[in-house]
């Protein structure tokens, strides 16, 4: 059975730091990944997609940047965070791309920016 | 433009009742379309989904209905219960992969 983790749980960082978090996918080949960003109560909203390693695509700007290190790993990042960055942030994953794509979540890590 | 509207915003039904989350969405590309459940502090679950060649979706308690002329589907949830409380979000999907959400309707069920 396929499985998602998501680190860290949760994160309290100050304006100006870095940030790393971090999605892997176990239990499936080749997924597609995602990265959302839910402010609190709010709707989720796609940042990134990754078809392949090595390779991602932006869907909106957010001073955010992610990568695809390995088939089941995905990271999102920035070198300086924004008190607009606190929220909740979700990896998710797929095996077909296209109109056929049924997107799976992970737990999520909750990101606060002081 | 908000692609995917949802209503209302937040429900409140009795345990028993049929609650009914209402959805329409701008786009005529969109064809399929997810539903998920979102407990506090959890990521979304997949709940049910549609394929815009369908009209009716069923799944133990949980009914989608769509009507793709009128750009619009229905969650139904029959005989509710006060653990389906959370917030259920409709979401749509074309061919790129984009994945859009609703802003989400907030059920209570009360006991």
Do not use: M
Not at chain 1, 4 to 33: D, F, M, R, Y
Not at chain 1, 84 to 108: M, R
Not at chain 2, 37 to 64: C, H, M, N, Y
Request: net charge neutral; charged share 15%; hydrophobic share 35%.
């Amino acid at each position: 059975a396929q499985t998602i983790h998501q680190w860290p749980v949760a994160e309290i960082k100050a304006v100006g730091s870095p940030l790393s978090l971090g999605c892997t996918i176990k239990g499936k080949s080749s997924p597609n990944l995602y990265w959302y960003w839910q402010a609190t109560g709010g709707t989720l909203q796609q940042l990134f997609y990754s078809i392949t390693v090595g390779q991602v695509e932006s869907v909106v700007q957010l001073n955010l940047s992610a990568s695809r290190p390995k088939d089941d790993q995905f990271i999102l990042s920035t070198e300086k965070l924004l008190l607009s960055h606190s929220g909740f942030y979700l990896c998710a994953w797929s095996l077909v791309w296209g109109d056929q794509d049924t997107q799976y979540f992970g737990p999520g890590t909750r990101l606060l920016v002081l | 433009q908000q692609q995917v509207r949802q209503s209302p915003q937040s429900l409140t039904v009795w345990e028993g009742e049929t609650a009914i989350l209402n959805c329409s969405y701008e786009d005529s590309t969109f064809n399929y379309f997810p539903w998920y459940q979102q407990f506090p502090g959890e990521g979304p679950a997949l709940l049910i989904s549609i394929r815009s060649v369908s009209d009716k979706k069923e799944d133990g308690r949980f009914t989608i209905f769509f009507n793709k002329r009128e750009k619009k589907l229905s969650l139904h949830i029959t005989d509710s219960q006060p653990g389906d409380s959370a917030t259920y979000f409709c979401a749509a999907n074309t061919n790129t992969g984009k994945l859009t959400f609703g802003d989400g309707t907030v059920l209570t069920v009360k006991p």
